[in-house]
């Protein structure tokens, strides 16, 4: 299917056979803003930071000025704005005021940022939350979701589609009940569990596969994972523009899952610290630096598959997981049609390979 609007990109939604499969055709979407977040202390990140610079370094030092009290647009630019709220933070916490975000602001800013603000103790001052909650114990739960990486919140005290999106993020990467409600698990979580860094450097298959295995269960959803509402990678509200399938009404802008690319750019995300395509279709994703196209004969756990016309022409992909024990049969992990949820299932072949690294 051609893209809806010329002037919108389009993302992932095809499934593997496009004419027997559920919710066929591509959707279209305005890109996101702001590069993926790249930890400061990365080796990917240069040793000072300043004005000028446009990355993911960007984004995620915005992020962390925000959870300080700044209040930026985070877009990954590093502007006059930024640099006015980086000079305030190093005055605040007794740095040299240049604007200058080396290795000394960067350490001031990381534990800053993880310590939630408000005084608001999710555990003992506030109920059960969940959509459509609001205040301030939402506020210091965006906050915290912030600090493990599980979504790319503004902290508005809204508990909103990303806010859902973050918490279900959480749960997956903890072994919780996916299910965006933040109870007693939730909480005990939060506070019990000491924030790392995404993943970065060479891509670990085994890291990729566990983030995948978290997502079993989670329902296929026409646009889900796409960030469609800036949520950042991971399961999503979908949308219902341009949805054919024939489960109706459109369940999919009602529904909190991920498509068959939201799921893999979900793994690679989480597993990986990789955003695959920042978000796109399938075909957008074979175009991603990251990947590396491969014989099907070189497919080892951890590489990606495409169903299409051609390699750079997709509708549908999975994620190899490797020969089961078990069985002895080569597995795939897979978000495959609206009406079913992520499984894990005998691989299926004859598509596109490609290797993603680093």
């Known amino acids: 299917m051609k893209t809806l609007l010329p002037t919108r990109r389009r ?20 890109a996101a803003t702001a590069p993926a977040p790249i930890p400061l202390t990365s080796a990917a990140c ?20 925000n959870l300080t009290g700044a209040h930026l647009t985070v877009d990954g630019q590093f502007g006059q704005a930024t640099d006015t709220a980086v000079r305030a933070f190093q005055s605040a916490h007794q740095l040299t005021a240049d604007g200058i975000v080396g290795p000394a602001t960067k ?33 210091t739960l965006q906050t915290m979701l912030n600090t493990f990486n599980a979504g790319r919140l503004t902290v508005d005290g809204q508990f909103g589609p990303a806010t ?26 939060l506070y019990g569990s000491t924030p790392a860094p995404l993943p970065s450097g060479p891509v670990n298959s085994a890291k990729v596969l566990n983030a995948a295995k978290s997502y079993l269960g989670v329902p296929y959803v026409w646009g889900g994972g796409h960030s469609l509402r800036g949520e950042g990678p991971g399961p999503s509200l979908g949308t219902c523009d341009g949805y054919t399938g024939s489960i109706q009404p459109c369940p999919a802008n009602t529904t909190v899952g991920v498509d068959c690319s939201g799921f893999v750019r979900a793994a690679f995300w989480f ?31 951890g590489d990606v598959e495409y169903f299409g016309a051609n390699a750079h022409n997709t509708t549908h992909v999975v994620l190899y997981a ?17 009406g079913t949820d992520v499984h894990y299932v005998t691989l299926r072949t004859g598509g596109y390979w490609y290797h993603v690294t680093a």
């Open 46 to 65: 240069p040793a000072n930071i300043q004005q000028g610079e446009a990355d993911g370094c960007v984004t995620q030092l915005q992020l962390e000025l």
């Open 271 to 301: 597993g990986a610290g990789l955003d695959l395509a920042n978000g796109g279709d399938t075909t957008e994703q074979t175009l991603d630096k990251h990947l590396t196209p491969i014989a099907e004969a070189q497919r080892r756990p």
């Open 107 to 139: 350490a001031a800013l990381d534990k800053a940022a993880t310590t939630p603000s408000g005084g608001v103790d999710l555990r003992t001052q506030c109920g059960t939350l969940q959509t459509g909650a609001g205040g301030q114990c939402v506020s």
């Open 322 to 338: 490797g020969t089961d024990p078990a069985t002895g049969a080569d597995m795939m992990y897979e978000a495959k049609e609206t």
């Open 11 to 30: 993302l992932s939604l095809g499934l593997a056979l496009a004419a027997a499969l559920t919710g066929v055709g591509a959707y279209t979407a305005s």
């Open 164 to 189: 859902d999106t973050a918490v279900r993020n959480f749960q997956a990467a903890h072994a919780l009940t996916i299910d965006g409600i933040v109870g007693t698990g939730v909480k005990t979580a």
